[in-house]
Structure formats: C-alpha cells, structure tokens
C-alpha cells in the first residue's frame, strides 16, 4: 500500500509539474504555478485533515484541465476516472465569459461530489491567503474585496463536508481584508 | 500507514517547492528548478523501482541544501536525521571552487550510504537525460561532452546498489551523444 501511495503521488506531481511548466503565479515573485497545486494539496492534508489518495491526486491536478493543454481524457487514462471527475467538477468552463464562469462556480459548487468540494475549498484557502500576504501587484483594494466577497458566496455552497477547511476559510473571511 | 506517506511525501515538495521558488533551470524554457527534484525522485520510483520513503524525501530535498538558504539542521528538523543524512551526502561543499566539487564528487561517491548512491543515479540521470533534450543554450558540444566523461566518472563510483538505475545510466552513456 505504502509503495502504490508513493508511486502515485509522485507520479501526479511530476505530472503535473510538466504540464505547469511554463506557468507562472500572478503574485509579485512569479512563483512558478506548480507551487499552487502543491499548496492546495497540502490544504487538504494539513488544514482538511483529510487523507485520501485520489483527492490527493486531484488537488495536485486540478488547474491542468482549465490552465493547460491536458484533457480529462489524458486524466482518465493515467490516473482513473475517480481522479478525472474531481478534476472536472472543480475545472472552469472556458467557453463561458470570465463574468459567467465567476457565476457558474457560486452556482455549481453545492451540486459537486464531496471530494470535489474538499478540493476546491482547499484552493479558495490558499487563493485567499496568498492574496493577502502577496496579492498580484496590479490588484487594487477593490479587486481584492471583490474576490472576496465572490470567494465567499463559492464557499458558502461548499460547507458540510469538512468543519476544518470551512474553519480556515471562516477566520478569513473575518479578517480584516474585507471592508 | 498510507496516511503517514501522504502526509510525509505532500509536506515534502511543498517545503521543497517553496524553497527552489526563485530558481529556474538552465535549460530553454527556464523551467521551475523544482521540476528537477521532483523528476529525481520519480526516477528514484520509476528506474529504480524503489520505494522507500526517506529516500524519495531525500530525491526531493536534495538540492536545497546546496542550492537555497535551507541548512541541513532545518531539514533534521522537519524530516528527521535519515532524510538529512541523505541529502547531505549528495550536497557540494560549496566552500570549495567548482573543479575541486566535481573532483571531490568522483572521490566521494564510493563512500556514501546506499540509499544516497540511490538519489545521486536518479539525479545523474534525470541531468544527462535532460541535456541530451533540451541541454542550456549556452553549452557547446564540447562542454556536454566533458559533462558526461564526468558523470561517468561519477557514476561509476555509484555500482553495486542498484541494477535498474545503473542499466539507464548505462544506456546513456553508450548512446552517441560522448564522441
Ligand atoms: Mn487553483
Ligand atoms: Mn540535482
């Protein structure tokens, strides 16, 4: 069991490593995007406390589909259907506006499985803080109360499934950064 | 079990990503430096079909105490002595000038514990594979030939811990990139 966990976990990261490669983070040091995937997986772990290999998986995964050239095919076939559809439930739809897809994700969120939700409140968590130690350096003060207020109404749908992440997510919320 | 691995493995390349953030690899696309430990470590896994998870920490780790502002007494800290011990055998003396660390990784190499001669194949192998595709702009033909009568040189003092990584190396080796 230990080496399967291994294997796979390491396979997904480098895989997804791969596939980020030439992605850079909006904050004001360029991080290199995989950090972000890593630090959502860490979110799940840490602050979810929840420790199931396929969310694992999928957190480290779950930008490729939206921000890369990777297909829920391609996840599928190297890391089953399991992982592809937690992938796909937290995976914006392109083809809609930027203001839409903003609106589908408020609407959406309370109809995903419960892992997905598990994944995708651990990426609002570390969205929301990296914003306040590192906001993109071309975001004013309203764009960052605009984000989250929006994050709020997201996370509002996704509640019941980890008292954990919707914790952290809550001291956020209340702290200062929103008028 | 499988808990402690996740757990272990996630906390890992997270600490690793974080440190190698500002780094970017030599080659054509400026690759985030992390991609290369964590393609170490899966070599560590995929070649060498090793599953042991202090060394895979090791793989992940092994370039940030000689590459960042991480000592070996943070890595103690966080991973424990085994984890440190490994990564401090694969670590340049950076006190030293460039040609006496490549002299002294040849001398060295005989001597360290089995499971750093593990991680210092998969890095030997995963930066010759890596030159071979996409080897930095700046190198001449020369200088890669001079890198892999090195590595050799290196690596034979590496044999006897693990066929599988020693038969890619191999591979390499004999492949017609050397004159
Ligand atoms: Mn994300
Ligand atoms: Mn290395």
Same mark, same amino acid.
């Given at each position: 069991?230990?080496?399967?966990?291994?294997?796979?976990?390491?396979?997904?990261?480098?895989?997804?490593?791969?596939?980020?490669? #030439?992605?850079?983070?909006?904050?004001?040091?360029?991080? &290199?995007?995989?950090?972000?995937?890593?630090?959502?997986?860490?979110?799940?772990?840490?602050?979810?406390?929840?420790? #199931?290999?396929?969310?694992?998986?999928?957190?480290?995964?779950?930008?490729?589909?939206?921000?890369?050239? @990777?297909?829920?095919?391609?996840?599928?076939?190297?890391?089953?259907?399991?992982? /592809?559809?937690?992938?796909?439930?937290?995976?914006? #739809?392109?083809?809609?506006?930027?203001?839409?897809? !903003?609106?589908?994700?408020?609407?959406?969120? &309370?109809?995903?499985?419960?892992?997905?939700?598990?994944? %995708?409140?651990? #990426? %609002?968590?570390?969205?929301?803080?990296?914003?306040? !130690?590192?906001? &993109? &350096?071309?975001?004013?003060?309203?764009?960052?109360?605009?984000?989250?207020?929006?994050?709020?109404?997201? @996370?509002?749908?996704?509640?019941?499934?980890?008292?954990?992440?919707?914790? /952290?997510?809550?001291?956020?919320?209340?702290?200062?950064?929103?008028?």
């Amino acid at each position: 069991m230990e080496i399967i966990v291994l294997k796979e976990v390491i396979t997904t990261v480098d895989f997804a490593a791969k596939k980020h490669r #030439d992605q850079r983070r909006k904050d004001k040091h360029s991080s &290199p995007y995989i950090n972000h995937p890593i630090g959502v997986a860490l979110n799940v772990i840490n602050v979810g406390q929840y420790y #199931d290999v396929a969310t694992v998986q999928a957190a480290l995964l779950h930008d490729t589909v939206e921000d890369t050239d @990777c297909t829920e095919e391609e996840i599928r076939k190297e890391f089953g259907s399991e992982v /592809a559809s937690i992938v796909m439930d937290v995976t914006d #739809d392109k083809s809609l506006s930027k203001v839409d897809r !903003k609106k589908f994700q408020v609407s959406h969120a &309370p109809h995903i499985q419960d892992k997905s939700k598990i994944v %995708k409140m651990a #990426d %609002k968590l570390y969205n929301l803080s990296d914003i306040i !130690k590192n906001a &993109p &350096p071309s975001w004013s003060l309203l764009t960052i109360q605009g984000y989250f207020v929006w994050g709020k109404k997201v @996370c509002d749908g996704l509640r019941g499934v980890n008292a954990s992440l919707e914790e /952290a997510l809550d001291q956020l919320f209340q702290s200062n950064v929103i008028f």
